[in-house]
C-alpha cells in the first residue's frame, strides 16, 4: 500500500502537484480562520514526560493556582503523568502555545476502596486531581464516611437494609464543564468508598493528538461501599485527532449489600474542535460531547481560585495550635495530628475568595459516634478578606469524644 | 314613379287583381321584391336608445321598435343588434335576438359580453312577418373603456391591480415584493370576503373601497387580525391583532430593507430581518408568552447564524421552573456525543427552546456576555442580561481533605484513646 501511495506520488503531474499544494494551502487557510488561543503564556515552557514509568509531580506553575502555561506538551508512549489529588487538591489547567500529544497515559483516575483489616486503615481513598475523596470504610464499631464531594455518596452502615445502603458518588457538573468539577466520592460502607475521577482542561492553540489514554475514572467500591463518580476532561483545540482512550468512568460498586450496588456516575468528556477526527478505541466512559471550540475557556485566574484548608487545632493552654500537614492523608496508621487534652479545642481554617456571608461547616467524626457538625456562626464572620486571613471556629466536638 | 308604385302596391294587391289582370302577376312579382316600396299603414322606427359611450364592459344597448296599429306584426326572433365593427376587424353579426311582439311600442335590451375594451358601431334591425319587411336603425358607435385600477392591501402594503376583464376568467398572477400570489376576481367590486394566498398562506380580504374607509378583517393561518389599510409606506405605526394580542409593525419599504424592523407584542419587543423573498417553504414558529404564531416570511438569515450585530431581544420571559429543568435536560441529551435535538449553536439548549425562551437559538451568547446561553440557565444567570454572569464556583461546595487526629492524653480506667477526624467544607 505505502508502495503503491509512493508510486501514484511519483506519478502526479505538475499541474496536480500544484493543485494539491493548492487545496493544502486552503484547508490551511479554513483552520487558520478557525483558530482557538490557549491563552497560555508559555512561562512554563515544555512539559515533556519521556521516562517510562510513572510521574507523579511536575513542577508548580509560575504564575500559581493550578494553571499550567506551556508552550508544547508531549506524554511519550510508555509514560505515565498521574495527576492525583492528593497532590494536586484543584482541577487542572494545561494551556499550550504548540501542539499536545499524548501518546502515553494522563492518569486522574480516583483510587479505588478497599477493606480493612484493622481500624486504623480506614482511609478516605484518594481521588483524581479535582475529585472529591471517597469515604472511609467503617470497621467494627468505627463509623464510616460518606464520600466527598457535591454529590458524595452517603449512608450509614449498621443500620440493616432499611432505607440505609451505601449511595455511590455523583458527577455535579454540566456539559460545559464549566466550572471544571470532578467526579465525588462513593459512600464508604464494610469497605472503603471509590473515590471521584478528576477534573483536567487541556487547551492547545495548534492541535491535541491523543493515541494514548487520558483517563478520569472514578474508583471502584469495595465490599458493599459505592463507587466514585468519573471526573471530567474537556479538550480544546482547532484539531483533535487519535485514536486512544479518553474515558471518565463511573467506578464499580462493591458487592451488593442491600439496595448500594450501584456504580458512580459517569462523568464527562468534552471535545472542542473545529475538526475532530478523535475516534477513540476499547471501552469508552462517561458521557462524551462535541462542540466547536468556545471563545472563552473559563479558565480561573489563580488569584481569583476559592479555597478552604484546616490549617490547624487550638488546644487551651497550648501558646501554639497544633499544625495540620499541608497534604493532610486523614488515614489512621498515622494521624494527621496528635493532641494531647481534654479541653474543648478550636479548628482553624483558612478560606480565600469565598463570597461574602458564606458559612463554613467543621464536621467531627469518631469512634462509633455520628458524625458532628458545628453550628453555623454567621455574625462574626466575614467573607471574603483582602487577603487570606483565619477564621476559628469552635468544634462540639467533646474530650470524652476524643478520650 | 317612386311614389306611384309605392301607393299602389300599398293600395293593396285586391284592386291590382280587378283592373290589371294581364298585368297582375307582374306586379306582384314587383311589390314582393320590392320591399322598401311596399305599402304599409305607417312606418316603424327603430333607435338604439340606450347605448351609452364610454361604459365598461359588458356592453348594454337597448333598441326601441315603434309601429303603429295596423303595423304587420314583429317577426319571432325578428329584433336584433347587430355589431358592425369588432376589435379584430370582422363582419358584424348577430349578437342576440328577442321575441316579437304584437303592433306597438316595444324596447328591447341587449348584453354584449363579448368585446373588451374599443369602439363598436351597433345597429338594431327589426322583421316584420306580414311583409317580410326589414328595419334597421341609424348606427351607433359605443366606446367601451378598460376597468378603472382597483387598490387591493395585503398586511398594509397597498398594490394596484388592473382588472381588465371582469369577471375573471380564471387566477390571476400578482407579485408583491417578489411574493407571488393568485386572485381570483369573480366580482368587482367584491361582494364579500375573497380569499387569496400567498406562498401557500390563505388569507381573505373583504375589498369594498379603497383605500380602506376603516379596518378590515384578515385571517393568517387562523389567527385574525385588523388593519386599517390608509397609506403604503406607512406613516407610522399601525396596530394589529393577533388572537387578541396587539402589535404595531412600522411598514415603510417592501421588500423590507436589510435592517432590522422592530415590533412589539404586548409591549414585548422583537426583531425580524426581512431580507430574502420568496420566503422558505415552511413557515417559522415563534412564541411569546407561550402564544405559538407562525410567519411564513422571508428571512435568510434566519436559516443560519444571525449576523453578531443582532440586536438581542430586550425582556425576560418568566421561565417555568419545571419547563426550564426539563429544557435543560433535553439540551444535555447525547447520543454519540451530538445533541438529541436541533441545537444549531451549541448553547446547551434546543432550537425550539430558546425561541420559547427568548433566546436566539443561532448565536450561543445571545447576550454577548462571554458565557453560553445554556451554561448561564444551568448556573442561575440571565442570558439575556450582559450583567448577570453566572456563579463559576463549583456547584457551591469547596471542602477540606480529612484531617485525622488523635487524642493521647491519658485517661484513667479501660477507655480506648479514640482517634477522630475533621474535615470543613462550605456548602450552599
Known amino acids: 500500500m505505502q508502495k503503491s501511495h509512493r508510486d501514484f506520488s511519483a506519478r502526479l503531474p505538475t499541474s496536480s502537484l500544484l493543485l494539491l499544494a493548492l487545496l493544502t494551502l486552503s484547508s490551511a487557510a479554513t483552520l487558520a480562520g478557525q483558530s482557538v488561543s490557549s491563552g497560555s503564556t508559555g512561562a512554563d515552557l515544555a512539559l515533556n514526560i519521556t521516562s517510562p514509568g510513572v510521574t507523579t509531580s511536575i513542577p508548580s506553575p509560575k504564575g500559581g493556582g493550578s494553571v499550567y502555561n506551556f508552550t508544547s506538551i508531549n506524554i511519550a508512549m510508555g509514560s505515565t503523568l498521574k495527576l492525583s489529588g492528593a497532590v ?44 472529591y475523596f471517597g469515604g472511609s470504610a467503617s470497621f467494627g464499631a468505627d463509623g464510616n464516611l460518606p464520600g466527598f464531594g457535591p454529590s458524595g455518596g452517603s449512608g450509614s452502615a449498621g443500620t440493616g437494609c432499611g432505607n440505609s445502603y451505601a449511595l455511590p458518588g455523583g458527577f455535579s457538573g454540566n456539559q460545559f464543564l464549566v466550572p471544571l468539577v470532578g467526579g465525588s466520592g462513593g459512600n464508604g460502607w464494610a469497605g472503603s468508598g471509590g473515590a471521584g475521577g478528576g477534573a483536567l482542561l487541556i487547551a492547545s492553540s495548534v492541535s491535541i493528538s491523543v493515541t494514548g489514554t487520558i483517563s478520569a475514572n472514578g474508583g471502584s ?59 477513540a478505541t476499547g471501552t469508552t466512559g462517561g458521557n ?73 461547616t467543621v464536621y467531627f467524626s469518631t469512634l462509633n459516634e455520628p458524625i458532628r457538625q458545628s453550628r453555623p456562626r454567621v455574625s462574626p464572620v466575614r467573607w471574603p478578606r483582602p487577603q487570606p486571613r483565619q477564621r476559628s471556629l469552635l468544634t462540639p466536638a467533646t474530650p470524652s469524644a476524643m478520650s | 314613379m317612386a311614389r306611384f308604385q309605392w301607393i299602389s302596391c300599398g293600395k293593396t294587391i285586391r284592386e291590382s287583381n280587378r283592373f290589371l289582370p294581364p298585368f297582375a302577376p307582374w306586379l306582384a312579382l314587383l311589390c314582393a321584391t320590392h320591399l322598401w316600396a311596399a305599402p304599409a299603414v305607417s312606418t316603424p322606427v327603430v333607435t338604439p336608445t340606450s347605448v351609452v359611450a364610454g361604459q365598461a364592459t359588458p356592453v348594454k344597448a337597448t333598441c326601441q321598435v315603434t309601429t303603429a296599429s295596423g303595423d304587420p306584426a314583429l317577426l319571432t326572433g325578428g329584433v336584433n343588434l347587430v355589431r358592425l365593427t369588432s376589435p379584430a376587424g370582422t363582419d358584424a353579426s348577430i349578437i342576440g335576438a328577442m321575441t316579437a311582439g304584437s303592433g306597438g311600442s316595444y324596447s328591447y335590451s341587449f348584453t354584449d359580453t363579448e368585446p373588451g375594451p374599443g369602439q363598436y358601431g351597433l345597429q338594431c334591425t327589426a322583421a316584420f312577418s306580414a311583409t317580410i319587411r326589414r328595419v334597421r336603425s341609424t348606427a351607433a358607435t359605443v366606446t367601451v373603456s378598460p376597468g378603472s385600477p382597483a387598490t387591493y392591501a395585503v398586511s398594509s402594503l397597498t398594490f394596484s391591480v388592473l382588472d381588465s376583464v371582469s369577471p375573471a376568467a380564471g387566477p390571476q398572477t400578482h407579485s408583491i415584493g417578489g411574493l407571488t400570489f393568485s386572485i381570483l376576481n ?73 435592517g432590522h424592523q422592530t415590533y412589539t407584542i404586548s409591549g414585548l419587543t422583537f426583531s425580524i430581518l426581512n431580507g430574502v423573498s420568496p420566503a422558505p417553504s415552511t413557515p417559522l414558529t415563534y412564541s411569546a408568552f407561550g402564544l405559538t404564531f407562525s410567519i411564513l416570511n422571508g428571512s435568510a438569515s434566519l436559516l443560519g447564524p444571525a449576523p453578531l450585530a443582532a440586536p438581542s431581544l430586550s425582556f425576560r420571559i418568566p421561565i417555568d421552573p419545571v419547563f426550564l429543568k426539563e429544557a435543560l435536560a433535553r439540551g444535555a441529551r447525547t447520543i454519540n456525543g451530538k445533541p438529541v435535538c436541533m441545537d444549531s449553536d451549541g448553547d446547551g439548549l434546543c432550537d425550539s427552546d430558546e425561541l420559547i425562551i427568548g433566546t436566539n437559538p443561532f448565536r450561543a451568547d445571545t447576550d454577548g456576555d462571554g458565557y453560553p446561553d445554556g451554561l448561564e440557565l444551568r448556573l442561575g444567570s440571565d442570558p439575556l442580561n450582559p450583567n448577570s454572569i453566572p456563579d463559576l464556583r463549583p456547584p457551591g461546595y469547596f471542602a477540606t481533605p480529612a484531617v485525622s487526629v488523635i487524642n493521647t492524653i491519658f485517661i484513667a480506667g479501660p477507655a480506648l484513646r479514640r482517634q477522630g477526624a475533621f474535615y470543613a467544607k462550605i456548602a450552599p
Not at chain 2, 191 to 211: D, E
Request: charged fraction near 5%.
Open chain 1, 288 to 360: 462524551v460531547y462535541t462542540a466547536i471550540p468556545a471563545s472563552n475557556l473559563f479558565v480561573p485566574a489563580a488569584a481569583a481560585e476559592p479555597s478552604i484548608v484546616v490549617t490547624s487545632i487550638s488546644v487551651p493552654g497550648v501558646t501554639l495550635p497544633v499544625a495540620v500537614p499541608l497534604k493532610p492523608t486523614g488515614g489512621f496508621t498515622v494521624p494527621d495530628v496528635a493532641l494531647n487534652s481534654s479541653s474543648p479545642l478550636t479548628v482553624n481554617i483558612t478560606a480565600k475568595n469565598i463570597p461574602l456571608g458564606t458559612i463554613p
Open chain 2, 186 to 258: 369573480s366580482v368587482s367590486p367584491a361582494s364579500g370576503p375573497l380569499t387569496y394566498s400567498i406562498s401557500g398562506l390563505p388569507f381573505s380580504i373583504l375589498n369594498s373601497v379603497s383605500p380602506a374607509a376603516g379596518p378590515q378583517t384578515h385571517s393568517i393561518s387562523g389567527l385574525p387580525f385588523s388593519i386599517l389599510n390608509s397609506v403604503s409606506p406607512a406613516a407610522g405605526p399601525q396596530t394589529y391583532s393577533i388572537g387578541g394580542l396587539p402589535f404595531s409593525m412600522l411598514n415603510s419599504v417592501s421588500p423590507a430593507v436589510a
Open chain 1, 88 to 131: 494536586y487538591p484543584g482541577p487542572i489547567y494545561f494551556l499550550a502555545q504548540g501542539a499536545v500529544t499524548v501518546a502515553g497515559t494522563i492518569d486522574l483516575s480516583g483510587q479505588g476502596g478497599s477493606v480493612p483489616t484493622v481500624s486504623a486503615q480506614r482511609i478516605p481513598t484518594i481521588p483524581g486531581a479535582g475529585g
Open chain 1, 221 to 279: 467500591g469495595a465490599s458493599s461501599s459505592g463507587g466514585g463518580a468519573g471526573g471530567a476532561i474537556r479538550l480544546v483545540a482547532p484539531a483533535i485527532a487519535g485514536d486512544g482512550a479518553i474515558t471518565a468512568a463511573g467506578g464499580s460498586p462493591g458487592f451488593s449489600y442491600c439496595r448500594g450496588n450501584n456504580p458512580g456516575a459517569g462523568g464527562i468528556v468534552r471535545l472542542e474542535a473545529f475538526q475532530d477526527t478523535f475516534i
